[in-house]
């Protein structure tokens, strides 16, 4: 089975400008969680998305949003971007059921997004 | 609100001797339990979850154990190999949070040949 991957795996983007990056998940999985990761703050949820419908949201302004397609890929946009989200952004998949083993997270590779 | 603690924050440890790493969390109500390793600059890797009704998982030479009561986790990595040195993450999912793995900020695993 093919793992979770990312797209773009880096990007270099400018102070207010926009981005989009784009998750899928492991063949069958339904859930899909974003995670930032940073030197100083480590990794912080960002949201989680399972059949189209966020379930959980961590601590972070509105400029960061997401979404999830019927096909359970997902994309995060984050606007405006300011020189602290630099960081690497990292989504996992899990089946999303309800047993603890459903929920064993899988990580693509990352993103590592530059801002200037 | 989940807090995750790592102790050590860094290791270094020869070739052959055994790892003992540390995990400590503050709400016992969790769902699962997992621990990844993550190499310089890349994602994570998922060796072993732990759900919230075992009290141990082992795979090869890594065996990690839980204590919901004390909210400890060990894991213990036999024979240690240069292979093995990475960053060690735990991480917990706690009943009330769909999907939200807490992390804590990891263990530096270095071992010297």
């Known amino acids: 089975k093919a793992g979770v991957t990312q797209t773009p795996r880096y990007l270099i983007k400018t102070r207010g400008q926009q981005v989009t990056l784009s998750c899928s998940p492991i063949s069958g999985h339904r859930s899909v969680s974003w995670y930032q990761q940073t030197p100083g703050q480590g990794l912080q949820f960002l949201f989680e998305?399972?059949?189209?419908?966020?379930?959980n949201k961590g601590n972070f302004p509105g400029r960061f949003s997401g979404r999830q397609f019927s096909n359970s890929r997902s994309e995060m946009n984050v606007s405006t971007l300011e020189l602290g989200d630099s960081a690497l952004y990292l989504c996992a998949s899990s089946l999303g059921g309800p047993s603890g083993k459903d929920n064993e997270q899988f990580f693509g590779p990352g993103t590592r997004l530059t801002v200037l | 609100k989940q807090e995750v603690t790592q102790i050590p924050a860094a290791l270094s440890v020869p070739e052959g001797e055994n790892l003992v790493l540390n995990c400590s969390f503050t709400d016992s109500a969790i769902y699962n339990l997992q621990w990844f390793r993550q190499d310089p600059g890349k994602g994570l890797t998922s060796l072993l979850l732990?759900?919230?009704?075992?009290r141990e998982q082992t795979s090869g030479r890594l065996n990690a154990s839980l204590d919901k009561s004390s909210g400890r986790s060990t894991l213990y990595i036999a024979a240690s190999q240069p292979g093995d040195s990475a960053t060690y993450l735990c991480?917990?999912?706690?009943?009330?949070?769909?999907?939200?793995?807490?992390f804590g900020a990891g263990t530096q695993v270095v071992v010297t040949p």
């Open positions: 991480a917990v999912m706690t009943t009330d949070s769909w999907g939200k793995l807490q």
């Open positions: 998305y399972f059949s189209e419908t966020q379930r």
């Open positions: 732990i759900q919230s009704s075992q």
